[in-house]
């Protein structure tokens, strides 16, 4: 028994020891990084989507090139959970200093009207946006429509059986359904699943009638020739499928949801510093590798600054606000 | 074409690279809190440099090896590696405590090849025809599959029905907690964001398991130390092969099966397959204390998955399972599009992976084979050195998972609540089937609801959900009135005497 | 929803109550226990120090303290074996698995 009192107390003081050591020796110097030699340590790219998904799969082709014109090891670090609440609230929380950014997606702005948070899409410093996705209306390739037109008159006719799958509550395709429909003034069920794949899964089975989900998450199913694509919300035509039209030129003059993907940094971050990762970005996005790349997997380039990326957010916000609240959704 | 494929195939870096992916997997899947799927994720920015067929061959190898390796830990240390090793434990750790961890593993190893290679046989004969089942799933055949599966508490409750019932009651309510996926409401979160992402699967696993078992074995630390394992008996005997083809031939085949199911992989196919194959023994009440054919049915079964998973993902898109959602990143960027399209313009490529497959399974064999007295000679290390080490990884796998400290704190209080339940006698696989199948169960059953305006008879009018439920409700209720059979008979005999 | 959370609660009483009654008595807090409790202690306070002093020093104090307290006297091993787990795990999992231990000051 004196044994063990006399190694726990070993080790407690072992331990207390280096605890002190480690407060009073190193006071870490964490306010403000000198901007003079910037950067000096990796960089941490927290990713809220999962591992593996598109948001993903972009950072990590991205983060070699980064790594080159910053001089620094960029890491992209995972932190999935909540819909991406998990990861948002983990960065808004990061030290300002530079070392620590965010990859922004739309989830930023859904989540908040979904469940109690505490973080909002203003708790960040926008460095930029990269990549736009935007919905579309997939459906069964066995349905008897073949228009958006043809679609809006059999929900017309049908009120209350028509079923849109969708990634998640008061995610990005959800809300884009129900804009979609207020605005056509349609009748429809929304049916939430885990994600954009099970979605655009749940079209091609038959399981319910259409989804808002992207091209790309629908894609594999339109080349095995289980959906058809019948309209893409876009302010352009899709380059990999030229002969679908667009929300617009379908009769369509719908609100867009933009599906956004581009950086953010923790409030308090210096503006230098944002400049500086802002044109490495930027660089990076032009440099042959990762063009090809972005085309290969039908990722489009799609650029804004800094604040024109907040000016987008705030308007796209505005809609998800509206339409989460017509869905009865958010803090109860 | 032959050539073509055969060049491919047995080229050196091919044949490297999957050798790598097989060790990769196979050393993930031992370590508790890192899954295969994991390992997927990680090792695929590695296979943008790569050829497709070779890029692909390291992930699939490494799919086959960690659906393995997990039962080297679940044998050793009564902690499963992976999840769809959890069954593996109920039999696996008491040939250790034995001292046949050496048979144990090399039965295992076995079963797994043996899994493997059924589904990969059916993989390249009948993939198209079988790949439209996927198709057909939908939430309520989900559901249904899931509710078959929470029936199963019954049969891995040991000796104590009530106990693996409490077991699993716990499992269900700890699945509760975080955002509900259908209405977006909070549930049991506390006001912590960490919370609202619910509790992951791993963690949980990883401390209920594993440090539990670590402070089981603080308890006998001055205890005479080591266990000696046989090392003559170090792989599986004549007899044993013997009594365990039989019942490879049905874990490979249920879980292709269930590979094929989208959403339902390893995990869930080693219970089933461990529930079946009690049923059909001769002794089922010797299940738990060590038998062949209960390592041999899991871990069958959750090889099975590999092949099965990959019918769907390659021909429709679909993925059988949370490795192969993974995987269909990957072959997007290698631009090998799922779909009819790929067995015709890239037939070389899809028959390089088919055999590529197979090779996996082989060297997956070999490796573990080999590996039995290394393995071995791991719990001949004195607890003492040995507890605290594993705590550490145990620590460093809950957080690499989603490099969450917060995984930790789940995982240690998961390990004091799964010591304490251990020494009341309470079964632990219900709470990790519970929490695995629970938001299956739940989540699909309400998103069948909206998507049938509300009527439940859409589980009966789609047959392939019904047909899961029948068989649920038959397993239930078949013993209940076996006993019952049993009791009026001897009421009639005792009226009759 | 909040209805199934009852349901459950209430089926948890009710085996509980039903458990009772088996009468085996578990001794959780036992003479035999301190050492196991001891060690969950060690163990909270380690994940603590990581925070503070970083993985790779936290592990090997760990180690050592815990290998200690378990009356290891070989001194090769309270050396060895920290420093070679450490070693290992810090380098697969920061090389190759690209995992990111929280940063303290040290490390």
């Known amino acids: ?332 | 074409m032959a050539l073509e494929v055969l060049s491919l195939t047995f080229d050196p870096i091919t044949l490297l690279t999957i050798l790598v992916g097989v060790t990769a997997g196979i050393s993930i899947g031992a370590m508790p809190g890192l899954t295969s799927t994991m390992g997927i994720a990680l090792l695929m920015p590695l296979t943008f440099a790569m050829e497709a067929h070779t890029g692909m061959m390291l992930l699939i190898g490494e799919f086959v090896g960690a659906i393995y390796g997990g039962s080297i830990t679940a044998i050793l240390i009564n902690t499963p590696g992976t999840p769809s090793a959890a069954a593996t434990v109920l039999d696996g750790y008491p040939f250790t405590k034995r001292g046949e961890s050496g048979r144990a593993i090399g039965i295992s190893t076995v079963a797994s090849f043996g899994g493997g290679i059924i589904s990969g046989i059916i993989m390249i004969l009948v993939a198209p025809v079988l790949a439209n089942i996927a198709l057909k799933f939908s939430a309520p055949e989900t559901f249904a599959l899931a509710f078959f599966g929470i029936s199963i508490i019954s049969s891995i409750s040991g000796k104590s029905l009530l106990k693996g019932l409490f077991s699993g009651a716990i499992g269900l309510t700890l699945a509760l907690i975080g955002v509900d996926n259908i209405t977006g409401f909070t549930r049991f979160a506390f006001g912590s964001t960490f919370l609202m992402g619910g509790l992951a699967v791993i963690p949980v696993m990883v401390g209920l398991f594993a440090m539990s078992q670590c402070f089981l074995s603080i308890e006998e630390l001055e205890a005479t130390n080591v266990i000696t394992q046989k090392i003559k008996s170090a792989l599986p005997t004549k007899q044993d092969l013997k009594t365990i083809w039989p019942t490879i031939l049905r874990g490979g085949l249920t879980g292709t099966f269930i590979g094929i199911i989208p959403g339902a992989g390893g995990d869930i196919s080693a219970f089933v397959s461990y529930d079946m194959e009690r049923r059909v023994s001769k002794h089922p009440e010797l299940f738990g204390t060590g038998l062949p054919e209960a390592i041999a049915a899991p871990e069958s079964s959750n090889n099975g998955t590999t092949g099965g998973a990959l019918i769907p993902l390659l021909t429709l898109g679909i993925p059988g399972d949370s490795n192969t959602a993974v995987m269909l990143g990957a072959l997007m960027i290698h631009n090998l599009i799922p779909g009819p399209m790929l067995f015709v313009q890239q037939a070389a490529v899809v028959d390089t992976l088919f055999i590529g497959f197979m090779i996996a399974n082989v060297f997956m064999l070999i490796l573990g084979l080999l590996g039995i007295p290394l393995f071995v000679k791991i719990v001949q290390v004195p607890r003492k050195i040995l507890v605290p080490v594993i705590i550490v990884l145990c620590l460093v796998g809950s957080y690499a998972i989603n490099n969450n400290y917060l995984d930790v704190v789940v995982m240690l209080v998961a390990g004091v609540i799964g010591y304490a339940l251990v020494k009341g006698g309470f079964p632990l696989s219900p709470i990790v089937l519970a929490l695995i199948l629970g938001p299956m169960a739940e989540g699909n059953l309400r998103r069948s609801l909206v998507m049938s305006k509300g009527s439940v008879m859409i589980f009966f009018e789609r047959p392939i959900s019904a047909a899961f439920i029948v068989i649920a409700v038959v397993c239930l209720f078949l013993p209940i009135i076996k006993r019952w059979i049993v009791m009026y008979r001897n009421f009639k005999k005792s009226s009759a005497a | 929803m909040i209805l199934s959370g009852i349901i459950f609660l209430l089926a948890v009483l009710l085996l509980l109550n039903i458990r009772k009654e088996s009468g085996e008595t578990v001794h959780l807090f036992s003479k035999k226990n301190t050492t196991v409790f001891l060690s969950l202690l060690i163990t909270v306070l380690y994940v603590v120090l990581i925070s503070v002093v970083g993985f790779p020093i936290a592990t090997l104090l760990y180690l050592f303290g815990l290998m200690m307290f378990f009356r290891i006297k070989s001194w090769k091993i309270l050396i060895g074996v920290p420093v070679l787990t450490t070693a290992i795990l810090y380098g697969v999992f920061t090389r190759f698995l690209f995992v990111q231990f929280p940063r303290g000051i040290l490390f």
């Not at chain 1, 000096?40 to 591992?51: E, K, M, R, S, W």
């Not at chain 1, 990005?172 to 605005?183: M, T």
Request: aromatic share 8%; net charge negative; proline share 6%.
């Open chain 1, 1 to 332: 028994m004196r044994e063990i009192k006399r190694s726990v107390l070993i080790l407690c003081i072992l331990m207390l020891v280096s605890v002190h050591a480690a407060y009073a020796g190193g006071t870490s110097d964490s306010s403000a990084a000198s901007t003079g030699g910037y950067p000096q340590n990796p960089i941490t790219i927290t990713c809220p989507p999962a591992a593996g998904g598109g948001t993903d799969l972009l950072l990590r082709a991205l983060a070699p090139v980064l790594r080159e014109n910053l001089g620094q090891n960029v890491l992209v670090v995972n932190k999935p959970g909540g819909g991406g609440a998990i990861g948002f609230s983990a960065a808004a929380k990061d030290k300002p200093d530079g070392y620590n950014i965010v990859a922004l997606v739309a989830e930023v702005l859904g989540v908040t009207h979904v469940a109690e948070v505490d973080f909002s899409f203003r708790d960040f410093e926008i460095i930029n946006m990269i990549n736009a996705t935007y919905g579309t209306l997939t459906v069964n390739a066995k349905a008897p429509y073949n228009t958006l037109q043809e679609f809006l008159d059999y929900a017309k006719k049908n009120p209350g059986t028509v079923r849109f799958s969708n990634s998640g509550v008061g995610g990005p395709w959800h809300i884009l359904a129900a804009a979609f429909a207020s605005q056509a003034g349609i009748d429809i069920i929304h049916i939430p699943f885990d994600g954009g794949g099970p979605s655009a899964i749940a079209v091609a089975g038959g399981h319910v009638e259409a989804t808002t989900a992207s091209a790309q998450e629908n894609e594999v199913h339109i080349k095995t020739g289980n959906s058809k694509l019948l309209a893409i919300f876009s302010p352009e035509r899709d380059p990999r499928f030229p002969d679908v039209p667009t929300g617009a030129e379908a009769g369509f003059e719908g609100q867009l949801i933009t599906v956004f993907r581009g950086f953010g940094a923790p409030k308090g971050t210096p503006p230098e510093i944002i400049k500086i990762l802002d044109e490495a970005i930027k660089k990076t996005l032009d440099d042959p590798r990762i063009v090809d790349f972005m085309a290969k997997q039908g990722f489009t380039k799609d650029y804004l600054s800094g604040p024109d990326f907040y000016d987008l957010m705030a308007r796209e916000d505005e809609i998800f606000r509206v339409q989460s609240k017509a869905l009865g959704l958010g803090a109860k």
